[in-house]
């Protein structure tokens, strides 16, 4: 996986023209994910799921299409988990 990271930053740098400055905002983006999935190396590898959708998605109107139906995924997720616990809390207080 981290080479996988590791190349998506080389890739940026390499397709800046001379003299163009770099996009310094990406770039620590970029260093935070990669310090976050150094302290939370189980999300390697739906960080690589995601990289992978994200390739293939074309424009950044593609991929913002795409990170949006992944939050919606993990939220509805969220939603079904909730609402279990929520029943299991239920039933206790009725013990």
Known sequence: ?????????EKRKQK???GERSNTFLEEALAAREAYLQQHP??????????????????????MAVLVTLMQGKLLEMQ??????????????KS
């Open 16 to 18: 800046r023209k001379p």
């Open 42 to 63: 189980h999300m390697r590898e739906y960080q690589a799921e995601i990289d992978s959708v994200l390739d293939k998605s074309g424009n950044n109107q593609g991929r």
């Open 1 to 9: 996986m981290q080479t996988n990271l590791s190349s998506g930053i």
């Open 80 to 93: 079904k988990e909730l609402y279990r616990v929520t029943q299991l809390l239920g039933e206790s207080v």
